[in-house]
């Protein structure tokens, strides 16, 4: 699986930006997992948001509400609308991928379970 970020960029506090993230090479009707890291230099990489074929999702704490992750309709494109951008969103996001998998099957926020990787977008929030 090749997966390519885009989107990213820098923003005021309060603003919005929209990632992608092109997927290729996920088996076609097969069930996939999806997410979204972020990483700093202050802090490890961190679990944004995830979305499964089946379309069950899950966000970290601080940005339910304000980030919301969807795909296209043929699956092959990873979204994650960011609104109401703070400061602490500042990173670089990475989008993951894993195969054969569902949220019924993996601890989603942990990175070691994801098979594929991007190679990252970059999102500056200044306040």
């Known amino acids: 699986v090749y997966l390519v970020e885009s989107g990213g960029g820098s923003v005021q506090a309060g603003g919005s930006l929209r990632l992608s993230c092109a997927a290729s090479g996920l088996t076609y009707n097969r069930r996939d997992c999806l997410a979204w890291f972020r990483q700093t230099p202050q802090k490890e990489r961190e679990a944004v948001a995830f979305?499964?074929?089946?379309?069950?999702?899950k966000y970290t704490d601080s940005v339910k509400g304000r980030f919301t992750v969807s795909r296209d309709s043929a699956g092959e494109i990873l979204y994650l609308e960011m609104n109401n951008l703070k400061s602490e969103d500042t990173g670089m996001y990475y989008c993951?991928?894993?195969?054969?998998?569902?949220?019924?099957?993996?601890?989603?926020?942990?990175?070691?379970?994801?098979?594929?990787w991007g190679q990252g977008t970059q999102v500056t929030v200044s306040s």
């Open positions: 979305l499964d074929s089946d379309g069950n999702s």
């Open positions: 993951a991928a894993r195969e054969r998998c569902t949220i019924a099957t993996i601890t989603w926020f942990q990175e070691a379970l994801y098979e594929s």
